[in-house]
């Protein structure tokens, strides 16, 4: 398979540029989202045969597919297969104590919307959505299972669909007479239950599809538990960039940096107000976008945003 087919990197040289701190002499490097390997290719032409990549991801394609195409680099790589919202244990397993920084491209790889089950709603697939196979929860699960208070809520935050009532409503009763199981019995509801022109009705499947995305590979909880466990794990002068591709990603990444960056009074301590010092110093003052030209021949880049902090 062609590196372009599995997935284009996008921002990849800005994002390799900021991660490598050129004050550090030995670098260990976390690409927590190895992917089509696009990013760690990069770090290990600019280390150079110097230093550690330490490249995680939960998909095993991702991995089989990276470790193949990276295997005449001259670089250390160690590949593994994990979710990065559990730096900490994979870190402690590895016998690695400290970085000099994290990269983190969010999301999904090309490979996996096209070719990996549920993913898609283009294609009639297994609703399971899972990065992760060692995990149990799937998409369909999630559908024949919760209750309406549970989905309005994921629809809700997840997806920002406003009215979800109505949109659960429609999927409670098709779960009565029919359990879902597949890509296209969800689509079936959304196309008896509203009458949408084609833009719409694909702007609102993409919101479904990504809501139920997010519950099933808990991706906003996995996205705060690395940030609080970059602060504790990469050295000083260490970078951490992240690339995200919705708002309610870059939401989380922009205050986590704001919050880590200022000093303030933590009220939140046992032991009462806390004058909290800043950890680290945001680099990218407003987030990068892609170039006209990288949207122009990757459009899967279009809603990216870059930002990156250095620990102090
Ligand atoms: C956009 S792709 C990364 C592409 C990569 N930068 C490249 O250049 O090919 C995102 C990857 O992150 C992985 N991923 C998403 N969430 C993860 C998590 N919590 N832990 C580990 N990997 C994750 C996905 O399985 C996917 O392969």
Not at 102 to 129: P, R
Request: net charge negative; proline share 1%; with cysteine.
């Amino acid at each position: 398979m062609q590196s372009e087919t599995f997935h284009i990197p996008v921002l990849s040289h800005e994002a390799i540029e900021l991660l490598i701190n050129e004050d550090i002499k030995e670098h260990i490097l976390v690409d927590g989202t190895l992917g089509g390997g696009g990013y760690t290719k990069l770090i290990c032409e600019k280390l150079n045969g110097y230093g550690t990549v330490i490249s995680i991801d939960k998909d095993l394609n991702a991995l089989e597919y990276s470790e193949n195409m990276l295997k005449d680099l001259n670089c250390n790589i160690e590949f593994i297969n994990g979710n990065f919202g559990e730096l900490g244990s994979i870190l402690k397993e590895t016998g690695i104590e400290k970085v000099t920084g994290i990269v983190l491209d969010l999301g999904l790889s090309s490979y996996q919307l096209e070719a990996e089950d549920g993913f898609s709603f283009m294609k009639d697939t297994d609703l399971d959505m899972r990065a992760f196979k060692k995990e149990d929860l799937k998409a369909s699960e999630v559908l024949n299972s919760y209750t309406k208070e549970e989905l309005m809520d994921i629809f809700e935050k997840y997806g920002e669909i406003g009215n979800a009532e109505r949109l659960v409503k429609a999927i409670l009763l098709k779960r009565r007479n029919k359990k879902f199981r597949t890509t296209f019995d969800l689509n079936e509801v959304v196309n008896s239950e509203y009458s949408l022109n084609k833009k719409n009705q694909i702007d609102f499947l993409a919101k479904i599809y990504q809501a139920l995305r997010i519950k099933v590979n808990n991706e906003l909880k996995n996205l705060e538990n690395v940030l609080m466990d970059s602060v504790e794990f990469v050295i000083k002068g260490g970078r951490i960039v992240i690339i995200s591709y919705h708002s309610l990603e870059d939401r989380i990444v922009k205050n986590f940096f704001r919050d880590s960056a200022s000093k303030h009074i933590k009220s939140d301590s046992p032991y009462g107000d806390e004058e909290k010092i800043p950890e680290l110093k945001i680099i990218t003052k407003k987030a990068l976008v892609p170039s006209h030209t990288e949207i122009k021949t990757n459009s899967r880049s279009r809603s990216a945003k870059l930002r990156a902090a250095e620990i102090i």
